[in-house]
């Protein structure tokens, strides 16, 4: 096929893949939609959770719920939403997947301490999801063939030939990866979630100037350098954070001051 005759697809493709962000208005390119998006975030839940005992009960994963059931309203997203408490002291680290399934190891407690610093860290992964971040690295890395075919695989039965497929689909793109549990999402993607946590914070109640405290803190500590511990390592700078935060709270503030 010439180039001339696949152009029209991709131009339909663009026009039809273009979408906004919410809060921030930045336009950006999905190859997913939504509840493809959530689909596979929510197949990809189990085998993202990995190997690590889950904490159930106790006075943190209490917290985790209760933020959680402050955050979620004020997203607007009707998802599916779960918090899970991950125990892994070494892992500095939380994310939500699309469709709001979230994780938090028990090593980034360690640095978010007080409930409003919790509420930074999961304002700013909720962010992640609500924003789509997740299928934008897709829909950039990957290309249009390779999202089809993952989506395909994931929303397939769930006989054993599907789900044997789906597991070498799996092992070959590292999909837990794709959806943003471990590729690392871009910088303005990093900052965006930033800005759009600090809004869930200061609507659902929170201090937003923990979101600071929390960064200014992880400025001091050692970064980590195994695996999974990227929460510092792809994110940016924590002090360049801290003071684009600070520079927003006055703005995010006075929009929700009643
Ligand atoms: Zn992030």
């Given at each position: 096929m010439t180039f001339l005759k696949k152009r029209p697809?991709?131009?339909?493709?663009?026009?039809?893949?273009?979408?906004?962000?919410g809060i921030t208005g930045r336009r950006q390119l999905l190859l997913m939609s939504e509840s493809e998006e959530i689909q596979l975030g929510l197949s990809?839940?189990?085998?993202?959770?990995?190997?690590?005992?889950?904490?159930?009960?106790?006075?943190?994963?209490?917290?985790?719920?209760?933020?959680l059931s402050r955050i979620a309203p004020?997203?607007?997203?009707?998802?599916?939403?779960?918090?899970?408490?991950?125990?892994?002291?070494n892992v500095v680290n939380a994310w939500c997947l699309p469709g709001g399934k979230i994780a938090f190891y028990t090593g980034i407690l360690k640095i978010a301490r007080t409930e409003?610093?919790?509420?930074?860290?999961?304002?700013?992964?909720?962010a992640h999801a609500f924003a789509h971040h997740g299928n934008e690295r897709m829909s950039q890395n990957m290309g249009l063939k390779a999202v089809a075919e993952i989506l395909s695989l994931a929303l397939s039965g769930s006989g054993r030939k599907g789900?044997?497929?789906?597991?070498?689909?799996?092992?070959?793109?590292?999909?837990?990866?794709?959806?943003?549990?471990l590729l690392p999402f871009s910088r303005r993607q990093e900052s965006e979630a930033d800005e759009i946590g600090l809004h869930f914070m200061v609507k659902a109640g929170y201090d937003p100037e923990a979101a600071v405290r929390l960064w200014e803190r992880m400025a001091k500590g050692r970064a980590p350098s195994s695996?999974?511990?990227?929460?510092?390592?792809?994110?940016?700078?924590?002090?360049?954070?801290?003071?684009?935060?600070?520079r927003l709270i006055p703005k995010v503030r006075a929009k929700y001051r009643r």
């Open positions: 697809l991709f131009l339909l493709l663009f026009l039809v893949a273009c979408s906004t962000v990809t839940y189990k085998q993202a959770i990995g190997s690590y005992p889950e904490i159930r009960t106790g006075p943190q994963i209490a917290m985790l719920k209760r933020v004020v997203t607007g997203k009707k998802y599916p939403w779960e918090v899970r408490l991950l125990k892994a002291d409003d610093e919790v509420a930074a860290v999961m304002g700013h992964e909720i789900q044997e497929t789906r597991n070498n689909v799996m092992l070959a793109f590292g999909v837990a990866s794709k959806v943003g549990v695996g999974l511990d990227r929460f510092l390592s792809t994110h940016p700078q924590p002090l360049d954070r801290a003071k684009a935060l600070q």
